[in-house]
């Protein structure tokens, strides 16, 4: 049963909200604004192939600039490979657990060659940041839309940023290719129904919608509003309290980049010249 517009926009603004339900309300939209993060799965409950085929089919509808389809991903079921995965990500088991990991990656090898099989001499172009940068966007939209797409079909998923924490461990676990770069994980499987998930709270739009132009300066009060109504989830989650202090953590120091303040060399040993 699709879940009501006032419920969903209760739940993912983490109060009554004052915003206006559309005329039409659908599945998708339901769907969308229920998405969480799912880190506990059965065991021994696969995901099967057709499944898979299904998700990678989702992903390829994204939109890709210019149609040119700079992402790949690898598909890891192999219990072993998972566990190493798991360790380069910052020891989250969960990476285990997960009967498929998918690491989805910004691929400019396979453009390159393309480009060299047309008779052109170089692949110049692949050598800017503009190549790098639609190659995430690529790989990004694409993800979302499997990720959407496992969601309705009654499967959990999170993301896994961790992956670059070590990239080059990452990129020689998979035998990727020079341009190929690992951007994020995906695990997927179906959701451990003993522990129950719930929808974090996001900003409130007035934090992040702006009308015309950008508003420098947004209400003080929003986020700190938003402050109030995060610690109360993070409280019934067992987690430690504050939005601000996690951003904080996050881009206070270089140590909150957990070893990702390296992208960039990373990124040219890939073969990302990012000129």
């Known amino acids: ?3 009501s517009p006032e419920t969903s926009y209760r739940l993912r603004y983490g109060a009554p909200t004052v915003v206006e339900p ?3 309300w659908t599945a998708v939209l339901a769907q969308q604004l229920s998405h969480r993060s799912v880190r506990r799965y059965r065991a021994d409950d696969e995901v099967s ?23 790949s991903v690898v598909a890891v079921r ?21 009967p498929l990991f998918l690491v989805w990656l910004a691929d400019l090898a396979r453009a390159r060659q393309v480009t060299s099989s047309v008779g052109s001499p170089t692949a110049e172009g692949a050598d800017f940041v503009e190549a790098a940068l639609l190659s995430f ?19 959990g998923t999170v993301f896994v940023g961790a992956i670059r924490n070590n990239p080059l461990e990452v990129a020689a676990e998979l035998g990727l290719p020079p341009n190929v770069f690992p951007v994020f994980g995906l695990t997927i499987g179906h959701p451990d129904e003993l522990v129950e998930t719930a929808v974090k709270p996001r900003l409130p739009q007035e934090a992040v919608l702006h009308r015309e132009q950008y508003a420098s300066e947004p209400p003080t009060t929003h ?53």
């Open 223 to 275: 986020l700190e509003n938003y402050e109030d109504v995060l610690n109360g989830f993070y409280a019934a989650a067992g987690l430690p309290e504050s939005w601000a202090q996690r951003v904080a953590h996050r881009f206070g120091s270089v140590a909150g980049l957990k070893g990702r303040e390296h992208l960039r060399a990373a990124l040219l040993d890939r073969g990302f010249q990012l000129r």
């Open 137 to 155: 966007i690529d790989t990004a939209l694409a993800a979302q839309n499997a990720s959407l797409a496992a969601e309705s079909l009654g499967l």
């Open 22 to 24: 559309p005329a039409q």
């Open 49 to 71: 192939d057709e499944t898979l085929t299904a998700l990678i089919a989702a992903a390829q509808s994204a939109p890709t600039s210019g149609n040119l389809q700079l992402w």
């Open 78 to 98: 192999d219990d072993a490979r998972r566990r190493r995965l798991a360790v380069l990500a910052g020891e989250q088991d969960f990476i285990v657990q997960a």
């Open 1 to 3: 049963m699709t879940v």
